[in-house]
């Protein structure tokens, strides 16, 4: 399978500052990534569809103006969470998609705000 | 909004039973994968099926997609305790639609 890496894989900030994920396709240039939360026990929820040179296609629900995505080059998508809130703490993971089906998953990343 | 079913929910079971996870919907999917989740990881691909009344078999792990592409079955044959984790189906193009997972521990 495709290797994904995200950065950091655990990360404590204070609440109001804020918080840069990155995720990397190691071994694929990925046109699209993904970016999904998921809460304690439950499945995963999809946030944003990160295209590389656009802009991001935010789900409905998630401000845009707080988790803001830049997709920079084709192996490259990073996820910041601005003016972080205990709310925002969470298990953030990444994906990057190869061909018409298939998603690669980064190990993901535990944010928790103070 | 296509919604994905997984039952059970939680699955509990001694090692070396079998046991099987289902996963479905009302809408028709072009393809339905299935992933293995473990605690503090990311998702981990096990499978795609894109035929309807396609089979296929990974080791222990036999997966089905339905004929009409509405659900899809994960059976496993004599469990182990490797196979313990959250199971789930996700359907669709581009953007994924996650079933809502199947927790499985199996109990040496």
């Keep these: 399978g495709a290797v994904v890496s995200q950065h950091p894989s655990r990360v404590i900030c204070k609440s109001g500052t804020s918080v840069k994920i990155e995720c990397r396709s190691l071994d694929f240039q990925a046109t699209t990534m993904f970016w999904y939360r998921q809460f304690p026990k439950q499945s995963l929820m999809l946030m944003a569809t990160s295209n590389e040179g656009s802009k991001a296609t935010y789900e409905q629900g998630v401000e845009k103006d707080k988790f803001l995505i830049n997709h920079a080059s084709l192996t490259l998508s990073t996820l910041t969470v601005t003016s972080a809130h205990p709310e925002d703490s969470s298990f953030y993971i990444c994906s990057a998609a190869r061909g018409d089906y298939e998603q690669y998953f980064g190990p993901g990343t535990r944010l928790t705000v103070t | ?108």
């Excluded at chain 2, 990974?58 to 959250?86: E, N």
Aim: aromatic share 8%; charged share 20%; hydrophobic share 30%.
């Design chain 2, 1 to 108: 909004t296509q919604l994905l079913e997984q039952s059970p929910q939680f699955l509990s079971i001694q090692e070396g039973e079998n046991l099987t996870v289902y996963c479905n919907s009302s809408s028709v999917f072009s393809s339905l994968q299935w992933y293995r989740q473990e605690p503090g990881e990311g998702p981990v691909l096990l499978v795609t099926v894109v035929t309807g009344g396609e089979v296929k078999k990974l080791k222990r792990l036999t997966f089905q997609f339905g004929d009409a592409r509405k659900d899809s079955s994960l059976h496993i044959t004599a469990a182990q305790p490797g196979d313990t984790g959250l199971y789930l189906c996700a359907g669709g193009e581009g953007k994924l639609t996650f079933g809502t997972g199947t927790r499985l521990t199996i109990i040496p």
